[in-house]
Every structure is written in C-alpha cells, then in structure tokens.
Nanobody, 115 residues
Framework: QVQLVESGGGLVQTGGSLRLSCTAS????????MGWYRQAPGKQRELVAD???????TYSDTVKGRFTISRDNAKNTVDLQMNSLKPEDTAVYYC?????????WGKGTLVTVSA
C-alpha cells in the first residue's frame, strides 16, 4: 500500500501563485504515473496534470501555460506550481499515483482563489 500526502493548499487572490507538494510513503517500483486531479463543488474530478516516470507530461487545456508539474523519483515526490490563478481553479486538489491497474489517492488539499 502507498500513502500519498499533499501539502501547500490555501487561499490566494486572483493572479497569485501556490505550490502543491505530494509525497509518497514508499517508492513505487516500475513504470508509473504521478499527477494531480481536482474536484470543484458540484463537478466531477478532473485531471490537472500528470507526469510519467521518465518525464512525459500531460496538462489539462485549462491549465496549460500557467501550471507546471515536476517530480523527484529519488524523493518520491510530485509538485504542482500554480501561477496566474483564477477563481475557476478553486477546488480540492488530489495527488494521484497509477501503477499497473492500481490507483492511489491522497486525501486532498483545498485551493481557494478569491476574485
């Protein structure tokens, strides 16, 4: 079992920045994907960005050019730098790790962007 722990959420004004961090409790051996999803009130959970073990990155169209995902395989971490935040970015952000058919989820961290 792998536990994912997120940190870095909070309240920020429109145009501001936040950095989210996620640490896995142990190394996920083999090829895997780590990333961030978000869920706004009344909406489905959606992919924000993810990154493979070898660094292949996918971004949602809504965050391209504003968010940057990175990972440190040695430290079992994945970070999300969020710039130029908008009120529509307000959501609970969840860290995710996929290995084979197994999905691991963090408990989530709330990001609130005020207008």
């Amino acid at each position: 079992q792998v536990q994912l722990v997120e940190s870095g959420g909070g309240l920020v004004q429109t145009g501001g920045s936040l950095r989210l961090s996620c640490t896995a409790s142990r190394t996920i051996f083999g090829r895997n994907v780590m990333g961030w999803y978000r869920q706004a009130p009344g909406k489905q959970r959606e992919l924000v960005a993810d990154i493979t073990t070898v660094g292949y990155i996918t971004y949602s169209d809504t965050v391209k050019g504003r968010f940057t995902i990175s990972r440190d395989n040695a430290k079992n971490t994945v970070d999300l730098q969020m710039n130029s935040l908008k009120p529509e970015d307000t959501a609970v952000y969840y860290c995710n790790a996929k290995h084979d058919v197994i999905n691991y989820w963090g408990k989530g961290t709330l990001v609130t962007v005020s207008a």
